[in-house]
């Protein structure tokens, strides 16, 4: 397995590492509905304000983190907006209430500015053979830290105070600035930018480019039903009577089947086309919220995470590379964004549709999600038979050196 790794440059595998130290770090967003309404006084009404302001903020970083990227560099906005978000946390703390309704969300789209440009920087330095490889080195080392981060967090919590968690993450944030500034080399091959008359816009090169279009729409569908595992899932575990540990346990399940798997199963199936694995990962999370139409029994909820996790590993990695792919060189920041952007719109999306169903009809969730992710994975899979879409057919092997668009550019 390893020899099909050997394409990603160092420098890649250095970004990595840090991306794990800054994922182990960045625990804030799980502690701070419980930090606003505890240490910080607020209502639960304000703190959940709050929290979906602070939300909108990270989609819209996620979204235009790559357009900074493609016109100052890829390198140099991923340090700004770390540098930004870091000062900003270690000085919410001392910041006013009335403030962090400004802050919050500011601090919130930097850090999904770096998430942009973390893979726009993967999308442009990997040749775009390993480029399904390079974006799941990526995964595993985000994943990896924020299996250690959950724990560490709540023990810096109980150690010394949820304020303290922010400090942590400012200073963790800043390290790890300065340690991209020292690993990721500040220059590469020029910018490749269109001639004169010769750029299209964003709306036109996705026009050219069909199935792409397709695959956003369904990977933007399918995130509303993933995340329901954040928000409408717990509170029907807790309605058939499983515990907060049972809920804990499933993720503990769910990180370490993708920490075990995700590198492999790259590996695995690099040489098949990319639509063809992202349409049958997106069925398999609908079928997986399908098996909760049984009940909420401790085997059905840990079958349902099982398939929900299998799922995730087959669509997120292949869909990111895909994405790369087909990114004109000029714009793959942009490219990258239009995806990370989609990728987590069930952050503020997912919570109030899934939470009002649940309330209205609790029995019609979980079909429902079923129903809007085998959907979408449908799509995908036919979108993977259109012209120009890159692939020879669901299922079908590509020759590992077949490539589809020649997308380079600098980091910056």
Known sequence: MLGTFRDIPRAVW????????????AFTFIYLFVYLTDERDLSVPQAGLLSGIGG??????????????????????LLGAAVLAGAALCLLPLIPVAALYGVLPL???AQGAVRACNSALVAVSVPEV??????????AAGNAGFTVGAPLGALVALTFSYTALFVADGIGTLLFALYVSRVMPARGAAVRRPGPGGGKSIRRELRDRPALVVLLVSVFLADLVYRQLFSTFPVFLADHGLSTQVYGWLFALNGGVILLLELPAAAALRRYAPLAVVGTGLILVGLGYGLLVFGAGIALAAAMMLLLTAGEILYKTPATAFVADQAPAHAQGRFQSLYAGVSVSGVVLAPP???ALYAASPELLWPACTALAVLAGAAVLAAGRMRGSGEAGPGDVRPEGETGS???????
């Open 14 to 25: 250095l970004l990595a590492f840090g991306i794990f130290f800054n994922s182990a770090v």
């Open 56 to 77: 909108l903020g990270l989609v819209a970083g996620n979204f235009t983190g790559g357009w900074f990227g493609d016109r100052f560099g890829h390198r140099r906005t």
């Open 107 to 109: 601090c919130q789209y």
């Open 130 to 139: 390993a480029r399904r490889q390079g974006f799941a080195v990526m995964r």
């Open 353 to 355: 549709l899934g939470g």
């Open 406 to 412: 020649p997308a380079r550019a600098a980091a910056g």
